[in-house]
C-alpha cells in the first residue's frame, strides 16, 4: 500500500470506538486493498452462482505459487471420467498455469485472499463431488498456517487436501486426513498418500540439441539451489576446452557474482510465466536441480517433501543431472539420468555433452517410462483417496 492509502485508511477508521476491533478492520481493510482485483471479485461472484454439473471435482490453490501440480491433477480427475472446475488466486491465474488445456475443457475462476476466510460458507461447495485443496498451507500469513482449518474446509466429508510439507500436518492437525487415506504428498514417504502430477501438454521426445542446453527451474536462494555449484562446473566443462554448450537459468532472486569468461553460456532469463518456462523446457536437453548433499536445508527434499525439479524432469523427459544421495528417492539411475558423487556435477556435465544421440536417447525412453509408472501409481491412489472421501452428495460432515 501506497502511504497516502495507509493514512487514508487510518482516518477512515478513527470513529470506530473500541480499539480492538479498529484494529481488526484497518487489517481486513489493508488486506483488501492491497490484493484488490476487480476481475478476482467479479470472478468470486460468478463461481458462487456457478451452476455445478455431475460429477465435477473442485481444485483449489489458495497461494501465489504451486501452479504447476495443478495441470497434472486436472489431467488425471478429467481421465478418470470427472468434470473439473478449478479456483486459484488471481496472481497466479495471470502466469497461466493451465495454458496447456483447451479453452472450455476446465472452468477457471479467481479468487483474492479476503475471499478465503468465507470460503466455507459459499452453498456452490456442497454441489461438488469433491474438493482438492492442491496446497494445505496458507503462505500469506506469517508463519504459514492451516488452509483447511482458516476457511472451515477441514470439516467437509469430501475434502482431498496436499500436503507439501510432512512437518505440518501434527502442526496443522492433519492427522485424521491422514488416517482416512484423504492426505496426498507429492512423494513416497511414510504419511500420505503419493500423487504426484507432473502433466504439463502432449510433449513428444525431442533428439538432443546438437549443442546441448542445460536448465535449472526455481527460486534463486541458497536454501532451494547451489548455484555456487553451478559456477563451480562451469569452470570445470570450460577448463576442459569445451565452448559449444548454454544454461538457461530460469527462476527470480540474485544470482550471484558470474565470471566474466563464464557468461556467454548462460543465458538468465528470470522469472517467468508458465508458458514461457514450458517453451524454455522444450528447447532443453538437461535439467539441473542443483541440490547440494552438504547443505542441511537440502534434507528436507528427500524427507519431508519433493522438489518440483522432478515434476518438471518427468513430464518433459529432460534427463536430470542430479547428485546419487537425491537420486534414488525419485527414482533417478544410471539408465535414466546421469549421476554424480566424487567427480561432482561439473564432471556430469561432461559425460552429458559427450553423449551420443543414441545414448541420449536411450536414457530418455527410460525416464519416459519412470513417468509413466509414477502416473499409473498416482491415478491409483488417487482414486482410492476419491473413493475414501466422496459421499454419494458430497455433505459438510462433523460439524
Not at 488471481?90 to 472450455?104: I, T, V
Not at 500423487?195 to 540439441?209: D, K, M, S, Y
Request: proline share 6%.
Amino acid at each position: 500500500m501506497t502511504h497516502t492509502q495507509t493514512v487514508m485508511l487510518r482516518l477512515l477508521t478513527m470513529c470506530i470506538p473500541f480499539r480492538n476491533l479498529r484494529k481488526k478492520w484497518r487489517t481486513f481493510l489493508r488486506d483488501f486493498l492491497s490484493d484488490y482485483d476487480r476481475d478476482a471479485r467479479r470472478s468470486m461472484r460468478a463461481w458462487r452462482r456457478h451452476p455445478v454439473a455431475g460429477r465435477t471435482i473442485l481444485i483449489l490453490e489458495p497461494n501465489y505459487c504451486h501452479g504447476e501440480v495443478i495441470p497434472g491433477f486436472c489431467r488425471h480427475l478429467l481421465d478418470m471420467g470427472y468434470r473439473v472446475d478449478v479456483l486459484m488466486h488471481h496472481s497466479l491465474a495471470r502466469q497461466s498455469p493451465l495454458c496447456c488445456f483447451k479453452e472450455g475443457d476446465i472452468h477457471i475462476f479467481t479468487a483474492m485472499c479476503t475471499s478465503w476466510k468465507r470460503l466455507a460458507k459459499a452453498r456452490v461447495l456442497t454441489r461438488y463431488e469433491a474438493i482438492l485443496v492442491s496446497t494445505s498451507a496458507f503462505y500469506d500469513i506469517p508463519g504459514w498456517a492451516s488452509f483447511l482449518h482458516m476457511t472451515g474446509l477441514d470439516k467437509f466429508a469430501n475434502l482431498l487436501a496436499v500436503e507439501h510439507e510432512l512437518k505440518d500436518i501434527p502442526r496443522f492437525g492433519e492427522e485424521e486426513l491422514d488416517r482416512q487415506g484423504r492426505l496426498l504428498t507429492l512423494g513416497s514417504f511414510p504419511r500420505g498418500m503419493m500423487v504426484n502430477p507432473h502433466f504439463f501438454g502432449e510433449i513428444p521426445p525431442a533428439p538432443r540439441n546438437r549443442e546441448p542446453v542445460f536448465i535449472t527451474v526455481g527460486s534463486l536462494s541458497a536454501q532451494r539451489k547451489n548455484h555456487e555449484l553451478l559456477v563451480e562446473a562451469l569452470e570445470t566443462v570450460c577448463n576442459e576446452g569445451y565452448r559449444n554448450f548454454s544454461v538457461i537459468i530460469v527462476g527470480e532472486g540474485e544470482l550471484g557474482k558470474i565470471p566474466g569468461h563464464l557468461r556467454p553460456f548462460l543465458h538468465v532469463a528470470g522469472k517467468l510465466d508458465f508458458p514461457a518456462m514450458y517453451e524454455a523446457m522444450r528447447r532443453a536437453d538437461y535439467f539441473l536441480p542443483l541440490l547440494d548433499p552438504g547443505n542441511p536445508a537440502h534434507n528436507r527434499y528427500i524427507t519431508t517433501g519433493v522438489t518440483g525439479s522432478a515434476q518438471l524432469v518427468y513430464g518433459f523427459a529432460k534427463i536430470p543431472v542430479i547428485h546419487e544421495k537425491f537420486a534414488s528417492f525419485y527414482g533417478f539411475n544410471d539408465r535414466n539420468a546421469l549421476l554424480y558423487r566424487e567427480e561432482t556435477l561439473g564432471g556430469a556435465m561432461l559425460r552429458a555433452i559427450r553423449q551420443t544421440e543414441e545414448e541420449y536417447a536411450g536414457m530418455q525412453q527410460a525416464l519416459l517410462q519412470l513417468g509413466r509408472d509414477i502416473d499409473g501409481e498416482s491415478r491409483s491412489n488417487l482414486e482410492r483417496a476419491l473413493a475414501a472421501c466422496s459421499p454419494s452428495e458430497p455433505q459438510q460432515a462433523r460439524s
